[in-house]
């Protein structure tokens, strides 16, 4: 009986029907599509972020700085996670590394030549 049900289930099946699609053809376009998003979104933004550590580790007394409030100032000191800017004659405010956008060095070559 058995032999006489797999025989009627494979006269059933159609000759020409269509092979089942494999399961990796299937996924592959969402593969694709995470590796696009990794190369185009994550990876820039990891190396902006890794960049912008080296900035903040490389600061020193002396620097010119911008904040991303958009406070220009000279660092007069630096701590663990903080930075003392001078942004006037005796005006000094404390912010966080974190909050430093912009380094810009006073360089030789930015002086005037006498």
Do not use: W
């Not at 032999?3 to 399961?23: D, E």
């Not at 580790?57 to 630096?78: C, E, P, R, Y």
Request: glycine content about 4%.
């Amino acid at each position: 009986m058995t032999a006489t049900i797999l025989f009627l289930a494979q006269q059933a099946a159609p000759a020409g029907s269509p092979p089942q699609p494999n399961m990796l053809t299937s996924f592959l376009p969402f593969v694709f599509m995470i590796v696009i998003f990794y190369f185009l979104l994550i990876r820039p933004q990891q190396k902006r972020q890794k960049e912008h550590q080296r900035l903040l580790s490389s600061l020193k007394t002396g620097d010119k700085v911008v904040t991303s409030a958009g406070i220009h100032g000279l660092i007069a000191n630096v701590k663990d996670s903080t930075v003392l800017l001078k942004v006037a004659d005796n005006v000094k405010i404390e912010v966080d590394k974190s909050a430093i956008s912009n380094v810009t060095r006073p360089t030789e070559a930015a002086k005037p030549a006498v």
